[in-house]
């Protein structure tokens, strides 16, 4: 699964990137990054019970970081408003379980892609859909701005409803006020498999077919090669000396 995603990586690495320094420093001169990420979506990124923040992209930006030579400064920013707050300036880049895709990427610049994924529908269990299109004249709930959402938005005769959080949708669709919640598989997974209570109730119907891969990036301010290339170089460390495999069993339960 993530095959294409280490040869990206490492092709990376091939491009020179220039930049004039723009980023402070810390009291040793390691550049410092700051991230942005909207915390609510397990087991990608999210605020555990100790209230601190963790998840697969935040071990992975961190472990980067440790690779690349640089250090990073995670803050929880909503989704509503994260791409808005990176434009003006106000962090670096968002580490978000953000999706490439070619209108974002006029807007915003991306990482090397890290991370492979498809969109799941989770319904109750009792659900015989095979297809968005089942749920004609019924509420589906995703989080607004989303690959999920705007798959959502275009299945004809769906009621689409949005969410400035995934975990709201979850909890109307696990109270009956929806049909089905989309969503990004590994975050599908960890509410409708791993979370005790909703794992009574809910369940993976089937994922949304797709033509084109799609691929989690590190979305980067417009031109910021400086903080491009040290991500980059950061990512393709840990993926050739399997710090990337370690943190992905520790996630998932198994190396993708």
Same mark, same amino acid.
Do not use: C, H
């Given at each position: 699964m993530f095959k294409k995603i280490i040869v990206l990586l490492m092709l990376s690495m091939l491009?020179?990137?220039?930049?004039?320094?723009?980023? /402070?420093?810390?009291?040793?001169?390691? $550049?410092?990054?700051?991230?942005a990420s909207d915390c609510t979506w397990p087991p990608m990124e999210f605020i555990n019970k100790d209230k601190q923040i963790v998840g697969f992209s935040v071990d992975l930006m961190k472990a980067a970081a440790e690779a690349g030579g640089y250090v990073?400064?995670?803050?929880?920013?909503?989704?509503?408003?994260?791409?808005a707050g990176l434009a003006a300036g106000k962090y670096d880049c968002v580490t978000?379980?953000?999706?490439?895709?070619?209108?974002?990427? /006029?807007?915003?610049?991306?990482?090397? $892609?890290?991370f492979e994924v498809t969109q799941a529908v989770v319904t109750n269990k009792d659900s015989s859909a095979k297809t968005l299109a089942d749920f004609k004249g019924e509420k589906v709930g995703a989080q607004i701005g989303t690959t999920g959402y705007f798959a959502v938005k275009k299945t004809d005769g769906v009621i689409a409803k949005s969410y400035d959080e995934v975990g709201l949708a979850m909890e109307d669709l696990y109270n009956g006020r929806l049909a089905a919640v989309v969503c990004d598989n590994p975050v599908a997974a960890d509410f409708a498999?791993?979370?005790a209570e909703y794992s009574k109730r809910m369940k993976i119907a089937f994922n949304v077919k797709s033509n084109v891969a799609e691929f989690y990036g590190v979305a980067i301010r417009k031109g910021n090669k400086e903080v491009l290339e040290l991500i980059n170089k950061g990512l393709a460390?840990?993926?050739k000396d399997g710090t990337y495999d370690k943190i992905t069993a520790k996630w998932f339960g198994t190396a993708k």
């Open positions: 491009v020179a990137v220039s930049a004039q320094a723009e980023l /402070k420093t810390n009291s040793e001169g390691m $550049p410092i990054i700051k991230v990073v400064e995670i803050k929880n920013v909503a989704w509503d408003g994260i791409f978000s379980s953000v999706s490439i895709n070619d209108k974002r990427k /006029k807007a915003m610049d991306f990482s090397s $892609p890290y498999l791993q979370q460390a840990v993926v």
